[in-house]
């Protein structure tokens, strides 16, 4: 196990997932260690830790896989499981998976007996990357995405790369989103290395090595502002109009992955950065076509913005009614709090539909 060097949120990569897992859980085994997982990441990775040498966990929790399950109702029965297995505050919580039981365990770790330890082993790359990472922990409530939520650090994530091989092409095209992002906020050198990445034909060995490097990126805002009172806003980057993409694809009946809506909205946040601080239009016709190429189309009407706009008003980042902003001046020149008005943001709108 090779320690990340992060600071706000403790980070190992694995060498050898359940050795490494034995280890991390020693200071646990006198007291009791739940487990929750989703009824996929159940068969395909709870076998991988289920032998863990001299560690026997005390109940194996189990709720419906997809970011629809990440509500009340498996809060509900997180926090059953425990009061019925005797969890006391001394307990341990592993969560294992994508971003939804790393999320919903958080909090369900954050809250119980007015919080417990927690561990994220995240199997999937945006969980890796980003929802693993940070201490936001939550769960959706009546329609909106991590509407109740808390920050807690996890008492270390592990993060094993090797689990990637067997994620499919579109978990892992999905997950790279948030590792663009990532090189955009830190400078043109990353970027380069990012986009020059093969995405499509991935060298997992490359890639493990990329992932080490966006986490740290990430753990640098996590670390400035860990309650994103402000500098932190920036890793919202593409996701205020992307959040609004992924809400309106799900209306449709067609939902998108959640980094394929963060990539559209990277490309029409970009240009917002044009249009507002002159962010280079070469660096968006790039994005682009990049986003074109692996992502994808994402389709809308004018006759949407209406829709698309109202959704935007409820994002996170908004003051005193106006839509706010991540923007960028160049990779690496981050602006937050950004205004932006209706008319701006239909342009970019209209800018992604024109491509
Ligand atoms: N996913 C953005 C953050 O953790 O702040």
């Keep these: 196990m090779q320690e990340l060097n992060t600071k706000e949120t403790s980070v190992a990569l694995a060498d050898d997932l359940a050795n490494d897992l034995a280890l991390l859980l020693e200071p646990y085994k006198r007291e009791k260690i739940f ?30 896989a997809g970011d629809a399950h990440k509500d009340i109702a498996a809060l509900t029965k997180v926090l059953e499981a425990l009061v019925v297995g005797g969890a006391t505050r001394h307990s341990l919580l592993v969560n294992l998976g994508g971003g939804m039981p790393c999320d ?3 909090f369900a770790a954050a809250t119980f007996k007015r919080g417990i330890a927690f561990i994220n082993i995240p199997t999937t790359l945006l969980a890796q990357v980003d929802a693993s990472v940070g201490g936001k922990t939550g769960i959706n409530f009546m329609g909106f995405k991590n509407e109740i939520g808390s920050f807690m650090q996890a008492r270390q994530v592990l993060v094993d790369t090797s689990l990637l091989k067997t994620l499919d092409s579109e978990n892992l095209i999905s997950g790279f989103a948030e590792m663009i992002k990532h090189a955009y906020l830190k400078g043109t050198e990353m970027l380069e290395r990012t986009l020059r990445f093969d995405i499509l034909n991935p060298d997992m060995k490359e890639l493990a090595a990329l992932v080490a490097e966006s986490i740290k990126i990430k753990d640098e805002y996590v670390t400035a502002d860990p309650f994103e009172k402000n500098i932190r806003k920036a890793l919202n ?11 309106f694809a799900l209306k449709k009946n067609r939902p998108v992955f959640h980094g394929y809506a963060v990539a559209y909205g990277m490309v029409a946040e970009l240009y917002l950065a044009h249009l507002k601080l002159q962010f280079p239009m070469a660096l968006v016709e790039q994005l682009s076509e990049y986003v074109k190429r692996v992502y994808g189309s994402f389709e809308y009407a004018a006759a949407d913005f209406d829709y698309l706009y109202e959704t935007m008003t409820h994002d996170k980042k908004n003051q005193a009614g106006r839509i706010n902003f991540t923007l960028l001046r160049n990779p690496g020149e981050v602006a937050i709090n950004i205004h932006c008005e209706r008319h701006e943001v239909e342009e970019a709108l209209k800018y992604f539909i024109g491509k």
Excluded at 237 to 247: D, K, M, R, V
């Design 35 to 64: 487990v929750l997982t989703d009824d996929n990441t159940f068969k395909m990775c709870f076998p991988l830790i289920q032998q863990v040498p001299g560690i026997s966990f005390d109940r194996c929790i189990i709720i419906g």
């Design 104 to 106: 919903l365990g958080g």
């Design 237 to 247: 980057l593409g996701h205020t109009i992307g959040h609004a993409f992924e809400s």
